[in-house]
Every structure is written in C-alpha cells, then in structure tokens.
C-alpha cells in the first residue's frame, strides 16, 4: 500500500507515471498486491487495524466502505463516527496502480464478516484489472 496523497498537486503527471513504473518495477511476488497511489489506507477495525494516514479508528461493523477520493473517505468517517456507525473494512484505493475496484468488490464480496458494500466516488469508475461479477451477498 502506497499511503501518500495529492502526488497530482505537487508532481508533473511524466513523474507520477516514473514512480507508478517504478513501483510496478519493484513487485517481487505475484502474491504482492498494491493500493495506491494517492491512497490513503486501509482500516479493518475487526483486527484494529489503521493502515491509514486517518485518525482515529473507526468502530467495528458489517459494512465495508471503498472510495478514490481522500475528501469522500474523511467526510464519511466523520459522519460515521457522530453517527456511531461502524464498517468492516473502509478502503480509499486512490489511483489504482494495480489493486482497482473489481479487485475489492470480489475480495470484500466473498468475506464472511462483510454484509453490505458502500462505494462513493468522484467522476468515472474504471475497473481495467478485473472482471466485476454482480454479487449478491445473503441478507
């Protein structure tokens, strides 16, 4: 995961796609999956797990919570926390290197401790890496 946001804001688009390249380049394992760039992390608070650059921890749910944007996750988890809402996993995927949104929903649709998945995003939504099959999670 590759937490570092508004790479757009302070680098030309040739840099970003050097260090995109550069990232790829790097992959070790086919095992190895990559969340970024202009990610903010993940949050899995089943396994008290932040791996995010927000603050603090969200409360455990069953909803998993997957977006692009920085300004969408943060007005969420804000809503979220004077709500008392809680989420089984929240993702900001940011500019989907290489783990895009087909990949979560097949990942996230098969887990046992997600009932529902929310998705908010910002202009278009591309899934180039995988295949989307609807899913149909039991109520």
Known sequence: M?????LDRVLRPASIA????????????????????NSVGIICPHAKCNASL???MTLP??????SQSRS???ATLDHA??????????VCVGSMLE?????LINSLGS???VRSIVSMWKGSLECGNSSVPPVLLPG
Not at 2 to 6: D, E, G, I, L
Not at 61 to 66: D, W
Not at 81 to 90: E, I, K, L
């Open 81 to 90: 926390r004077r709500a008392r809402v809680g989420f089984s996993h929240f």
């Open 61 to 66: 749910g069953k909803v998993a919570f997957i």
């Open 99 to 103: 783990v895009d949104f087909g990949d």
């Open 18 to 37: 050097v260090i995109e390249a550069r990232i790829m380049k790097q992959m070790k394992s086919p095992d190895m999956r990559i969340i970024g760039l």
């Open 54 to 56: 927000l603050n603090p």
């Open 111 to 113: 887990d046992p401790a």
């Open 2 to 6: 590759v937490t570092s946001y508004n």
């Open 72 to 74: 969408l996750c943060e």
